[in-house]
């Protein structure tokens, strides 16, 4: 056999092997991650975005309560102030002080409707926090999506032989999936000034 002949069967095998080995199922599982990454950025962008109508509404209905408004502002400024991009997802502690920040709005939100329950009167307030509503559950659903692509992706890159590939080609790590919030089990106790 000629030697252009072995290397013409060779080409093959190479390529089969090299294709066993997720040389481009890693790279498009990854892609998949950043994208429900971005998917995410982008509820938690329109969540910042609602708050400030949000405060403005309830402080010309409520001027004399600002502990709470302060509370949302703050919670606001820190949970954009923590920037986490495509390449930080591999990092654990940056996760979670993003997914820290995040959950101190969710919960300085939860506080803003137990300390106003006369605004559900208020159009203005009840359109927005609608749109609140609207845009937590959707951030439910980008955390959930992305939680299995990040799933989907450290199996393909830990198993075999998908894991040789994610490894000598790409040194591909593991992302970091987001967990509940500390607590996130117990409903949240909301009293009205009425409970004895």
């Known amino acids: 056999m000629t030697m252009v002949r072995r290397l013409g069967l ?3 095998l ?5 294709g066993g080995c997720g040389i481009n ?3 498009t599982a990854e892609e998949q991650v950043n994208a429900k990454w971005g998917d995410l950025q982008a509820d938690y962008q329109r ?3 609602l708050i400030p109508n949000l405060v403005a509404t309830v402080k010309g209905y409520a001027q004399q309560e600002k502990s709470v408004l302060v509370e949302v502002t703050q919670a606001r400024a820190g949970a954009s102030s923590i920037k986490l991009n495509a390449n930080d997802l ?3 502690a940056k996760v979670n002080a993003f997914n820290d920040a995040q959950n101190r ?3 300085s939100l939860q506080r803003l409707q137990e300390a106003y329950p006369d605004l559900k009167s208020n159009a203005n307030f009840m359109a927005l926090q609608d749109q609140l509503e609207g845009t937590e559950n959707q951030i439910k659903i980008s955390r959930r999506d992305y939680n299995e692509s990040v799933r989907e992706y450290n199996t393909l890159i830990r198993t075999f032989p998908s894991a040789i590939g994610a490894k000598v080609f790409y040194g591909a790590k ?3 999936p987001f967990e509940a919030a500390a607590g996130a089990q117990t409903a949240p106790n909301v009293n009205f000034g009425n409970a004895s």
Request: glycine letters at 0%; a neutral charge; hydrophobic letters at 45%.
């Open 25 to 27: 199922s890693v790279p």
């Open 105 to 107: 709005l969710t919960l």
């Open 174 to 176: 593991p992302k970091v």
């Open 47 to 49: 969540r910042s975005d």
């Open 10 to 12: 060779l080409a093959p």
């Open 90 to 92: 591999s990092d654990p």
């Open 14 to 18: 190479a390529a089969l092997s090299l």
